[in-house]
């Protein structure tokens, strides 16, 4: 009826000419004088009048005004009017509905009670346990598999976002040939002959081209396929690859082997540039591996972590020590390490400014040895991880910290030299057919293979996809793929252990998948993946085949697959097989980075992926590239400012983003932007740098130079939303500090100190207390285990329902995620401490929301939730106005409404889908409550401690989150709440939170600080 | 000039000002009649169905157990719409050529599910859970009434909040015996002590918290 405008525009700079709001010394000087411990962003340091005008304006989400000024006579008639539509509101009937029951009801399904099934996801070929509630039939929402090596239970935030992948609108959902919509029978008709034409060439001129694959079933068919075809070729290509860390595996010991590592193992962690708790196979275990040790409380000791890093990870912000150098450099740190515990190598070079902080973790690694780890990132170069293996063999850390295996992958080869073989083999004209599985390359592959260009000379071109991108459109044919939830399939973990992931739901679009594209190639033409599979099972599975068949598929693992420890030996020694160093260009450089939501591109029509605020930018939609602080200054760059990005001639332009923490003289640039085809939802997210991605500089370049464009972009930032003002809001302390200024004691200290909001203790009040005699839920944030991975969001908004609202309405400050996770930065701009801290809804004792709804729609519970009650939400908005932790989330219009038919069947059947008008917030998913409450009443017991698990809970890798009975003081969450680290946000409120927070603990080296 | 009201309008302006009160009060009493009446709740309608299914014929006549054909109704949320199958496990051997029953058979030969009117229809806010109900002693009856006396199955309550707030907050009032839950026929003869007795030995904390029905 109204158009509501924001007062104010969303955070942005109008013109170029004032962008030096932010002024750098003055930041400076302010964080040398200790101005702020804690700060969100630059602008937040700053204290920009920017800043101050979009905190001020309350929620300037929710500051609404009406179109005129409300004079008396309007309002009079406004509120005549609505009360007249309530009266009439009330009486309306409900619209016949229809029931459509089951003709033949199916064994196990009961009408409105979940299911749930194991399966797993593949990702760049490793594959990750699930276990996915299906609610008749239709699968809505993912968690862990606990018995899966891989995921214990957790998942990360691709797994959890891939129910929306299956139920894409954009989904390519026929096969096509030259863009006309074919039947699949048409296809197989087309290609009987000329699989006979390759059958007596024997396969000549045929290549196939997938990502990377660890299925067991899909490695033997190839196999099978290249004994019959023995002139056909076999390539495999993912972006985000691995090709350096085989390459350091072939040159250390002659072969290639896979590196795990223990990190329960661990004191001491070195991670030379690599991101193991949020990045690469195994990352959901081993973050769970390594907050085992991140605890002061344990019987161990607290582990360390140095990372050195060219911008800042998850890792690196989870760092005792972080050390951000630029990529290349960090091959001079690993070597300059080794060269300080004895190893023979090359002499670093430009690293004598770091030479202390080096010194003081070598001292630190050899005082460990055997219990220390040094980890290279995958993207670092071959000779960083040649490094890394031989300081781990010289610290004795080879068979307890790290382990070698056979490569999980089926046939190892290189990503980058497979796909040239293809593409040198396309320009000769040697390739008559290519068949590509899964793959994108026009997309993704580096841009001096020339992919395009070559691919349009093969004469047949076919291609399996989920989406029509940008290489099924120059394909002949396309094929849809059935996604992972609609088709048998298998994999490995990253341990080796196989998983056999079943379907959840028959394929929607009349996919196929792999397996049958591979079987088809060999002859088969009618292809059945169920039956290719357990042919191969048959024969790999112990007798009585049913039986372990049938354990395996319920189990979601294959028991007793992982591989076991190889003892692999060095071929040479480290000096003879260190590749030399790169020659140094001058000027900038450039360092990709696989996406934290859309990945290498694949995620990319994900709307809760592109709406997730990336880890340490909080940015939505987009990619921006990273500058450092220093940089900016030299270049007078601020946030926003358009840059070009030249390297070898090809330049790519994008908005710019200040991250501090970020190594001076290296820009960060994120892949899988800027699609072109192949979805809705990722039109116009970002800008795609794969054009100044070569073969050789996958993952660091140099000598790149940047220019300021002139333009400025808005990029949707979260960061400054939903702001609490700079109170004490993060708690850090040292072990060995004590805990005094960290938990729970020091809530009174510091209560006194400010006054308490009245001028009394905080406790005080007017309301009497309410006595709890039942349950009386309670939630444990543990920030010292939190990563800051994003799972619990996307956990949170696919359990709840919650919807994406788009850029624009993110840059209004209007996204609507129940959990939403903040990010501090403290200490100084260019090395920062950085801290996150998931904050949803705090069930608050008095909660302030409560006291002004003029229509009770938002009330107390007798077990101590904050309900509320979208019904009775008038919107006046109140109570998000009300809230100090300001998590109450408003729709603002009917965000559920639009989306298309297929995206309601992700919906979650046991939560309301809420309209327009009405506000939401985390419920501690009372849905879960309710569920166990009625089934624990059915038996007539209590609920066991443990047996509800909210959403955010149970995906968390690290086990930060605890949530249970505070009444029950031998609970999980009573324990953690006991704990001296235990305290409440804005506890001088007196609002007495129910999700309480444990303070995070640094464990830094005594030898470093002040270096 | 001559007065341009009369005397009486004193007397008319007085009453109506005073009248207001009660035609405002009168008419917001009216409203909630209207939203009462079976009109707005649409109880004791019966809707027609595709097939003119009797409960009285079938749970009253032949004694068929509730359970028979809602077979969830002891473990779920929902009690279940029965399947096709559920009907043709008789019909395949009675009234097997009865035209009424046709629509029955082409769902058992087509697979496509009979499209039943929904009779008893909560707003989609309402999460209700029958499992619970049934295990704590709540009948059948209370709720759905003589539906074994029903040919075309009607709504008995209102469903309004009120109505299940009436027995959230005094259950002793509605309680049975678990064992005649699904009698319909059962009535207890002093409910009132037996009803607390039972409220006791079963357990019964019936919430009246809104995330109890609503989230």
Avoid at chain 1, 20 to 36: C, P
Wanted: include cysteine; aromatic fraction near 8%; charged fraction near 25%.
């Amino acid at each position: 009826m109204f158009y509501l405008p924001p007062v104010i525009e969303p955070m942005q700079r109008s013109d170029a000419n004032q962008s030096s709001e932010v002024n750098f010394d003055t930041l400076r000087a302010k964080l040398r004088a200790g101005g702020a411990e804690f700060w969100r962003s630059l602008e937040n340091l700053a204290d920009t009048a920017e800043f101050r005008r979009f905190v001020e304006a309350e929620f300037p989400s929710e500051a609404p005004r009406l179109l005129s000024a409300p004079d008396r006579r309007h309002f009079l008639k406004l509120m005549g009017a609505s009360i007249a539509l309530a009266g009439a509101a009330g009486c309306t009937r409900q619209p016949e509905e229809k029931l459509y029951p089951y003709a033949e009801q199916p064994e196990q399904i009961v009408a409105g009670k979940p299911l749930f099934y194991a399966t797993a996801m593949p990702l760049s070929g490793v594959s990750t346990g699930l276990v996915v509630e299906s609610h008749m039939g239709r699968p809505t929402k993912i968690e862990g598999n606990k018995q899966h090596p891989g995921s214990l239970g957790a998942t990360d935030v691709f797994a959890q976002a891939s129910i929306l992948g299956l139920y894409d609108p954009d989904r390519s959902s026929t096969v096509r040939n030259a863009g006309a919509i074919r039947p699949w029978s048409a296809f197989v008709d087309w290609i009987e002959p000329r699989l006979q034409e390759l059958d007596a060439l024997g396969g000549k001129g045929l290549r196939i081209l997938t990502g990377r694959v660890t299925s067991p079933t899909l490695g033997a068919q190839m196999k099978g396929l290249l004994e019959k075809l023995p002139n056909a070729r076999w390539h495999q290509y993912e972006a985000i690859s691995r090709d350096q860390a085989r390459l350091a595996s072939r040159l250390a010991f002659g072969r290639e082997f896979d590196t795990r590592y223990h990190f329960e193992n661990a004191d001491v962690v070195l991670s030379l540039d690599g991101d193991f708790l949020s990045e690469g196979a195994g990352a959901v275990r081993y973050a769970r591996d390594f907050a085992s040790r991140r605890s002061a409380d344990g019987e161990r000791p607290m582990n360390r972590l140095y990372v050195v890093e060219p911008s800042p990870t998850n890792t690196g912000a989870m760092a005792d020590h972080r050390l951000p150098v630029g990529g290349a450099e960090v091959e001079e740190v690993a070597l300059a390490i080794a060269a300080e515990l004895g190893l023979e190598a090359r002499a670093p070079v430009g690293v004598e400014d770091h030479l202390p902080w080096i010194r003081a973790v070598a001292r630190d690694l050899s005082k460990h040895q055997g219990s220390c780890v040094v980890v290279a990132g995958e993207r670092q170069s071959a000779a960083t991880q040649l490094l890394a293996h031989a300081l781990n063999e010289k610290l004795g850390n080879v068979g307890s910290t790290v382990e070698y295996t056979e490569p999980v992958a089926v046939e190892p080869s290189l990503d980058v030299g497979s796909l040239q073989d293809l593409s040198d083999a396309m320009d000769r004209g040697e390739v008559k057919m290519l068949v590509i599985l899964g793959a994108n390359p026009v997309f993704d592959a580096p841009f001096d293979l020339e992919f395009e260009e070559r691919m349009k000379r093969v004469p047949t071109r076919v291609h399996l996809g989920l989406h029509l991108d940008e290489t099924a459109v120059l394909c002949q044919w396309h094929i849809p793929e059935a996604h992972f939830l609609e088709a048998w399939g298998d994999g490995r973990a990253f341990d080796g252990t196989a998983s056999i992931s079943q379907p959840l739901i028959a394929p929607l679009y009349d996919g196929k998948s792999a397996l049958e594209m591979v079987a088809l190639l060999g002859g088969n033409l009618e292809p059945n993946g169920y039956e290719i599979l357990r042919d191969y099972w048959r024969q790999h599975l112990p007798q009585p085949f049913e039986d372990a068949w049938r354990r395996a598929i319920h189990d979601g693992v294959v028991a007793g697959t992982a591989f076991p420890p190889a003892v692999p030996n060095w071929s040479a020694t480290l000096a003879s097989v260190l590749p030399p160093r790169a020659a140094d260009a001058a000027g900038i450089e450039v360092v990709f980075r696989s996406d934290p939501s859309v990945y290498d591109g694949r995620f990319a029509n994900s709307g809760w992926l592109q709406e997730l605020p990336r880890p340490l930018t909080r940015l939505t939609w987009e990619n921006a590239i990273w500058v450092s602080p220093l940089d900016a200054e030299d270049l007078g760059v601020s946030s926003g400012d358009v840059l070009r990005v030249e390297l070898e001639g090809r330049s790519v332009e994008l908005p710019a983003w200040i991250v501090p923490g970020q190594a001076q003289g290296v820009v960060t640039l994120h892949l899988g932007y800027g699609r072109r085809r192949g979805g809705y939802v990722q039109d116009g997210t970002g800008v795609d740098v794969y054009p100044i991605r070569s073969s050789e500089g996958m993952w660091h370049a140099g000598g790149a130079s940047l220019t300021r464009t002139g333009a400025v972009a808005t990029l949707a930032c979260t960061q400054d939303h939903h702001s609490m003002e700079g109170r004490d809001l993060v708690r850090v302390a040292n072990v060995g500090d004590g805990h005094a200024h960290a938990g729970g004691h020091a809530d009174d200290s510091h209560a006194e100190e400010e006054g308490g909001h009245g001028g009394g203790h905080p406790d005080t009040s007017l309301f009497p207390d309410v006595e709890y005699d039942g349950y009386a839920w309670g939630m444990t944030i543990d920030l010292n285990s939190c990563t800051g991975c994003n799972a619990c969001v996307i956990a949170c908004q696919s359990e709840n329902n919650i919807p994406v609202v788009g850029k624009d309405q993110v840059a209004a400050g209007r996204e609507m995620h129940w959990i939403r996770v903040d990010r501090y930065f403290s200490g100084d701009l260019d090395t920062p401490e950085i801290h996150h801290q998931p904050v949803p809804c705090m069930h608050c004792e008095r909660a302030p929301c409560e006291l002004v709804c003029p229509v009770n729609a938002t009330v107390h519970s007798d077990e101590g939730l904050n309900d509320m009650v979208y019904n009775r939400c008038v919107g006046t908005r109140y109570c998000s106005n009300n809230c100090p932790y300001k998590v109450r989330r408003f729709n603002f219009f009917l965000y559920n409404d639009e989306e298309a038919d297929i995206v309601k069947m992700a919906a979650n059947p046991d939560v309301t889908i809420r309209s327009r008008g009405v506000m939401e917030k985390c419920t501690y998913c009372v849905q879960r409550i309710s569920r166990t409450r009625i089934e624990a009443k059915k038996d007539g017991r209590r609920i066991r401690d443990g047996e509800i698990v909210t959403a955010c809970q149970s995906v968390c890798p690290t086990e930060a989150i605890r949530f249970g009975d505070v009444n029950d003081p031998a609970s999980q969450v009573s324990l953690a709440k006991a704990s001296a680290r235990n305290y409440s946000l804005l506890h001088e409120l007196g609002t007495k939170p129910r999700t309480t927070y444990l303070s995070a603990m640094r464990n830094p080296n005594p030898e470093i600080e002040g270096v | 000039m001559s007065q341009i009201f009369r005397r009486s309008t004193n007397t008319i302006s007085k009453v109506s000002i005073f009248g207001a009160i009660f035609l405002v009060a009168g008419g917001l009493y009216g409203l909630s009649v209207v939203n009462r009446s079976g009109y707005v709740t649409q109880a004791n309608v019966a809707r027609e169905q595709p097939v003119p299914f009797s409960h009285k014929h079938h749970a009253g006549e032949l004694g068929i157990d509730c359970r028979y054909c809602h077979t969830s109704v002891e473990e779920s949320a929902s009690a279940n719409i029965p399947a096709t199958q559920i009907c043709m496990n008789c019909h395949k051997e009675i009234w097997t050529d009865s035209p009424t029953l046709e629509p029955v058979r082409a769902s058992y030969r087509s697979g496509e599910p009979i499209e039943w009117i929904k009779v008893h229809d909560l707003p989609d806010f309402v999460y209700f859970n029958h499992s619970i109900h049934v295990n704590k002693g709540v009948g059948c009856v209370t709720c759905h009434g003589r539906v074994d006396e029903m040919n075309l199955v009607h709504q008995e309550a209102s469903l309004h909040m009120e109505w299940c707030l009436d027995c959230h907050r005094n259950p002793e009032k509605y309680v049975r015996p678990r064992e005649t839950v699904f009698d319909l026929a059962w009535s207890a003869h002093d409910q009132e002590t037996l009803g607390a007795i039972l409220v006791e030995e079963y357990d019964i904390e019936s919430r009246d918290d809104c995330s109890t029905c609503h989230r």
